[in-house]
T-cell receptor
Framework: GESVGLHLPTLSVQEGDNSIINCAYSNSASDYFIWYKQESGKGPQFIIDIRSNMDKRQGQRVTVLLNKTVKHLSLQIAATQPGDSAVYFCAENVSFKAAGNKLTFGGGTRVLVKP | DGGITQSPKYLFRKEGQNVTLSCEQNLNHDAMYWYRQDPGQGLRLIYYSQIVNDFQKGDIAEGYSVSREKKESFPLTVTSAQKNPTAFYLC?????????????FGSGTQLSVL
């Protein structure tokens, strides 16, 4: 079936540098995308989301880019901090889907911030 | 504080035993979800409920059961038919509406087999 996937399972980044986490999706009908951050032993926390009518959205220190042509999503974290160390998940959704508006999650990327 | 509460945080199951994981939310959300997460893996949908007294199977429902008798509660039972139950279980909820896709998650329950 169609699914969301990630290019890199682990990303090691120096504190203060920018991080880029990539995500590929294959369902061309997906019109909503979301990024979550999950710290060890905790539930996922919302970071940022974007709809398919946009190609960029910015939050506090984070930016999500959407390239519908190549079905690619990325999360950029500016000035990465030790507290950013976590697993990051992307997820997609097809709105109005009869089956119930369910998010489909990718496999996750672990970000390790080096001091 | 508004949120989703999962209990217990850690749970141990003996072979052949059924165990129930609790999920309560005071966000007044209509829809609730259960996900399973294996180490180093993403989230897989077990069951979901869009409204009280109604629920649907997700992608990996075999060996699990749920009920939705109250809006704020969505307990998950891991039955003896689930042969590999060790995992981190996450409950989530969202508000009603086609543009309310964002899920809010609880802190999870780690289930292990003795």
């Amino acid at each position: 079936g169609e699914s969301v996937g990630l290019h890199l399972p682990t990303l090691s980044v120096q504190e203060g540098d920018n991080s880029i986490i990539n995500c590929a999706y294959s369902n061309s009908a997906s019109d909503y995308f979301i990024w979550y951050k999950q710290e060890s032993g905790k539930g996922p926390q919302f970071i940022i989301d974007i709809r398919s009518n946009m190609d960029k959205r910015q939050g506090q220190r984070v930016t999500v880019l959407l390239n519908k042509t190549v079905k690619h999503l990325s999360l950029q974290i500016a000035a990465t901090q030790p507290g950013d160390s976590a697993v990051y998940f992307c997820a997609e959704n097809v709105s109005f889907k009869a089956a119930g508006n369910k998010l489909t999650f990718g496999g996750g990327t672990r970000v390790l911030v080096k001091p | 504080d508004g949120g989703i509460t999962q209990s217990p945080k850690y749970l141990f199951r003996k072979e052949g035993q059924n165990v129930t994981l609790s999920c309560e939310q005071n966000l007044n959300h209509d829809a609730m979800y259960w996900y399973r997460q294996d180490p180093g893996q993403g989230l897989r949908l077990i069951y979901y409920s869009q409204i009280v007294n109604d629920f649907q199977k997700g992608d990996i429902a075999e060996g699990y059961s749920v009920s939705r008798e109250k809006k704020e509660s969505f307990p998950l039972t891991v039955t003896s038919a689930q042969k590999n139950p060790t995992a981190f279980y996450l409950c989530a909820s969202r508000d009603r509406g086609d543009y309310n896709e964002k899920l809010f998650f609880g802190s999870g329950t780690q289930l292990s087999v003795l």
